[in-house]
């Protein structure tokens, strides 16, 4: 079936720490994975994005990695901080490419 | 620019009743994807319209239907709604699909 696993489910660091969320995909067809943050009562919003063409894509302090053998990609974020706290969800595209299988979300909580 | 506007961001509705649920994309976007969001489901895809064709449609019964105009804009409706059609649902668009997805701020179903 088409379906994205997605972990952890809750993950809680330090201010300044690393976090690290994994997902895997089932479609090996899948081309596109992008990574969504959610804020409490707020609208998704792409934070990164990633092409199966690429194996690694880096935003400041975000980055994505994907192993398509494997096929599964990883949200990096360095140096954490308070406003980095939200849902966060991977995706991928299958379907032809024309819908998003999304993750069952990470709740990231930085402590300060 | 403008973002996605959803309309109307709450809604109560009433067991056995139908709602219209409305999207206007950013501008230049051709393409429109519906998505339901639950606690419980995560982020579950509806169906995406490109050019007034629905291109794909996920795993709902057919009480959920969509249309789309020739100006991108997009309607949902649910006819003789359950309780368990309680949701956030949000949409997203996109210039073409397969990318670059930007959410609405969703609209609030709330079904008694």
């Known amino acids: 079936g088409e379906n994205v696993e997605q972990h952890p489910s809750t993950l809680s660091v330090q201010e300044g720490d690393s976090a690290v969320i994994k997902c895997t995909y089932s479609?090996?067809?899948?081309?596109?994975f992008p990574w969504y943050k959610q804020e409490l009562g707020k609208r998704p919003q792409l934070i990164i994005d990633?092409?199966?063409?690429?194996g690694e894509k880096k935003d400041q302090r975000i980055a994505v990695t994907l192993n398509k053998t494997a096929k599964h990609f990883s949200l990096h974020i360095t140096e954490t901080q308070p406003e980095d706290s939200a849902v966060y969800f991977c995706?991928?595209?299958?379907?032809?490419?024309?819908?998003?299988?999304f993750g069952a979300g990470t709740i990231l909580r930085v402590k300060s | 620019k403008a973002g996605v506007t959803q309309t109307p961001r709450y809604l109560i509705k009433t067991r056995g009743q139908q709602v219209t649920l409305s999207c206007s994309p950013i501008?230049?976007?051709?393409?429109v994807s519906w998505y339901q969001q639950t606690p419980g489901q995560g982020l579950q895809f509806l169906f995406e319209y490109f050019s007034e064709t629905q291109r794909n449609k996920g795993n709902f019964p057919g009480r959920f239907s969509g249309r789309q105009f020739s100006n991108s804009r997009s309607e949902m409706n649910v006819s003789t709604l359950e309780l368990g059609d309680s949701a956030l649902y949000l949409c997203?668009?996109?210039?073409?699909?397969?990318?670059?997805?930007?959410f609405g701020s969703g609209t609030r179903l709330t079904v008694v």
């Open positions: 479609d090996s067809a899948s081309n596109y």
């Open positions: 997203a668009s996109s210039p073409r699909g397969g990318d670059g997805y930007t």
């Open positions: 990633i092409r199966s063409n690429v």
């Open positions: 995706a991928a595209s299958m379907g032809r490419g024309n819908k998003l299988v």
């Open positions: 501008s230049g976007h051709r393409s």
